[in-house]
């Protein structure tokens, strides 16, 4: 099994980035809500956003208009769409299968000028 997350990278405040997350060793399109979920330098992981199998999303508040959540299930991705990035979203960003419990292994995101 793996998530194999990809796309951060250094961006300028007011940029944007797309996250990939690409699943491999899981049934990824049934039954299967994907999420992305981001830590900060000395913060704890918090939740950022959840599609589940149909594309039914949610979003944290700190994200909710500047960030969108999608899905390929047949390519057996997540994706996570950021604009309008702020420095306070400078994290390392893992996506999570929900249903099978696993994690990625992270791709960092710099916001910075």
């Known amino acids: 099994v793996q998530l194999q997350a990809s796309g951060g990278g250094l961006v300028q405040p007011g940029g944007s980035l797309r996250l990939s997350c690409a699943a491999s060793?899981?049934?990824?399109?049934?039954?299967?809500?994907m999420a992305w979920y981001r830590q900060a330098p000395g913060k704890q992981r918090e939740y950022v956003a959840t599609?589940?199998?149909?594309?039914?999303?949610n979003y944290a508040d700190s994200v909710k208009g500047r960030c969108t959540i999608s899905r390929d299930n047949a390519g057996s991705t997540v994706y996570l769409e950021m604009n309008s990035l702020k420095p306070e979203d400078t994290a390392v960003y893992y996506c999570?299968?929900?249903?099978?419990?696993?994690w990625g292994q992270g791709t960092l995101v710099t916001v910075s000028s």
């Open positions: 999570h299968s929900l249903y099978y419990g696993y």
């Open positions: 599609i589940a199998s149909g594309g039914s999303t």
């Open positions: 060793g899981i049934i990824f399109g049934i039954n299967n809500p």
